[in-house]
């Protein structure tokens, strides 16, 4: 196989993962906006009673307990400055609604870097290492390459890939 058509098979699947992504926040706001209103949610609460599931944030995703890799909506994960490594849970109701809940956060330190942009994805660099931030934290503050931002990473930064924006300084 030709690197054309891998590249694009890579950038479909990551076109998809974005697009699944937006569904799930798109639905976790409508129940965020209807809130209590019986008469709008009362379909939508008796089709949460779906799969349950739990798994381990990896930056970006949940990698459920069954294996698979299942959308963190981005402004779920900004907003609840998710960090690589926290427990998740995973509501699916069957009508397909996604309903994130943070059941494990793991411990924490926080470190201050430089924000940086490199082939439309965002990073901080902290001394020698650098991590991905996620496009909706980096919006939500506002920040541009080369501010001084403040991350959280997971206490025993081993192998981690991922910071969560904790503010833009």
């Given at each position: 196989?030709?690197?054309?058509?891998?590249?694009?098979?890579?950038?479909?699947?990551?076109?998809?993962?974005?697009?699944?992504?937006?569904?799930?926040?798109?639905?976790?706001?409508?129940?965020?906006?209807?809130?209590?209103?019986?008469?709008?949610?009362?379909?939508?609460?008796?089709?949460?009673?779906?799969?349950v599931l739990e798994g381990v944030f990896d930056?970006?995703?949940?990698?459920?307990?069954?294996?698979?890799?299942?959308?963190?909506?981005?402004?779920?994960?900004?907003?609840?400055?998710?960090?690589?490594?926290?427990?998740?849970?995973?509501?699916?109701?069957?009508?397909?609604?996604?309903?994130?809940?943070?059941?494990?956060?793991?411990?924490?330190?926080?470190?201050?870097?430089?924000?940086?942009?490199?082939?439309?994805?965002?990073?901080?660099?902290?001394?020698?290492?650098?991590?991905?931030?996620?496009?909706?934290?980096?919006?939500?503050?506002?920040?541009?390459?080369?501010d001084q931002v403040s991350v959280n990473v997971?206490?025993?930064?081993?192998?981690?890939?991922?910071?969560?924006?904790?503010?833009?300084?």
């Amino acid at each position: 196989m030709s690197d054309i058509p891998e590249k694009q098979i890579k950038r479909l699947k990551s076109l998809i993962i974005e697009a699944e992504t937006n569904l799930a926040a798109a639905k976790e706001l409508l129940m965020s906006l209807v809130g209590d209103d019986p008469e709008i949610t009362s379909a939508s609460r008796e089709s949460i009673n779906g799969k349950v599931l739990e798994g381990v944030f990896d930056g970006q995703n949940m990698v459920g307990s069954d294996g698979k890799t299942y959308p963190v909506p981005a402004n779920y994960a900004s907003k609840s400055k998710l960090v690589q490594g926290d427990i998740l849970k995973l509501t699916i109701g069957d009508d397909g609604a996604f309903l994130y809940k943070q059941i494990g956060p793991i411990p924490r330190k926080q470190v201050v870097g430089v924000l940086t942009q490199r082939e439309g994805h965002f990073f901080v660099e902290v001394g020698d290492k650098t991590y991905r931030i996620l496009l909706a934290s980096v919006t939500y503050f506002k920040a541009k390459p080369g501010d001084q931002v403040s991350v959280n990473v997971p206490e025993d930064d081993v192998d981690t890939e991922w910071a969560a924006l904790e503010a833009a300084l």
